[in-house]
Structure formats: structure tokens, C-alpha cells
């Protein structure tokens, strides 16, 4: 089933990647904004009970790469749970989609030249919390290079605290488990980590 639902996004990235729902027009403006969709797009991702989080970017040609951090917060700390890098688009836009489960992190990359999937394994135990809850960036964010976006936070607590907590400062929040994915837009030749 899951290999089924990850085609059936692929096949939607590309549909959308090649429609113009979200990607228009190139602005001047670096920025990374919520992906949006035809209501039959839409239709299709609540049907298969997708809950990928879908963004686009836009850049110019100073930006040579984009890392996507995993940071995971257990046993009272934040601590680095992965990450990985692409090139740019050549074009300056892309679409991606980032799903946060019980046990993996999920990035996807699309752009003319095809699609990416990277998995992060997440700490076990975290369906063990009684609540979990997710808040995602809904608003356009400019892209200053180097500097990290959080783009999606799923948080784990015995209270209801996630309408609260501001993304740009997530860390400040109190939680019994949590998982945040950042990106991070690079100027120059890309680095192996």
C-alpha cells in the first residue's frame, strides 16, 4: 500500500510539476511558498490519506544547492537526525513534499530533470505519546541563503500546545517529542556532510 501511495504521488508531482497551479510566473523574489493544487488534485491526496506537505521555491542563480534537515527533540533536547542536499533547479523553481510518519521522514524533490525521495529514520517509540500534532509554514517565506526555514514541525505532547508554538522559534517550545524539517538555501559549490 505504501509503495502504492508513493506512486500515486509521483505521478501528482508530476501532474502539477507540468500544470500551473502554483508555479506561474518567475518573480524576482527568493522565496519558498505552500504548493497549491486543483481541487482534483486535491480530491486524490485526501482519497489516498496523504498528508505529504507540498512547497515550492524560487531562486536565482546565486543559489547552488538546498539541504533538508531532519532536528528531533527527545529526552529534553533538540538533536541533528540527518539531512539531505540537492542541486538546484536550473530553472530556480521546484516543487517538494515532505511527510512526517511514525518512524521515517520522507523528502521529495521534483524538477525538470525528475524526482528525488530521500528517507530519514525517526527515534522509535513515538507513536507511544498521546497526542501528536502538526503545524506546517502556510505563508510565503523569503529565502536569505544560509539562513534555515522551518517548513514543518510534528510534535508529540500529553497537552494540545501546537496552536501556540510559531514556527520560526519551534525550538522554544515544550514538548514530549517532536521532529522539524528545515531548509536550507546555499550560495557556492556544494558540501559533502
Known amino acids: 500500500m505504501l509503495k502504492r501511495a508513493c506512486l500515486v504521488i509521483a505521478i501528482l508531482?508530476?501532474?502539477?510539476?507540468?500544470s500551473?497551479?502554483?508555479m506561474g510566473e518567475k518573480t524576482q523574489e527568493m522565496c519558498v511558498?505552500?504548493?497549491e493544487f486543483s481541487q482534483e488534485t486535491r480530491d486524490v491526496l485526501a482519497a489516498i490519506g496523504d498528508e505529504t506537505a507540498f512547497f515550492d521555491y524560487q531562486i536565482d542563480e546565486t543559489v547552488q544547492s538546498v539541504r533538508f534537515y531532519v532536528k528531533i527533540y527527545e529526552n529534553g533536547a533538540w538533536i541533528d537526525g540527518g539531512s539531505t542536499e540537492n542541486d538546484v533547479s536550473v530553472d530556480g523553481t521546484c516543487r517538494f513534499g515532505l511527510r512526517l510518519?511514525?518512524?521515517t521522514c520522507?523528502?521529495?524533490v521534483l524538477n525538470e530533470d525528475g524526482w528525488m525521495r530521500a528517507s530519514l529514520s525517526l527515534p522509535e517509540g513515538l507513536a507511544d505519546f498521546p497526542l501528536a500534532g502538526t503545524i506546517k509554514r502556510t505563508m510565503a517565506r523569503e529565502i536569505v541563503p544560509e539562513e534555515p526555514i522551518t517548513l514543518l514541525v510534528k510534535a508529540w505532547t500529553d497537552q494540545d500546545i501546537l496552536g501556540s508554538v510559531d514556527l520560526d522559534d519551534y525550538q522554544a517550545?515544550?514538548?514530549e517529542a517532536a521532529v522539524a524539517i528545515e531548509a536550507v538555501f546555499s550560495q557556492g559549490d556544494r558540501t559533502e556532510t
Open 13 to 18: 508531482f508530476l501532474l502539477s510539476l507540468f
Open 20 to 22: 500551473s497551479c502554483s
Open 33 to 35: 511558498t505552500p504548493s
Open 101 to 103: 510518519g511514525e518512524e
Open 106 to 108: 520522507e523528502i521529495f
Open 173 to 175: 517550545g515544550e514538548y
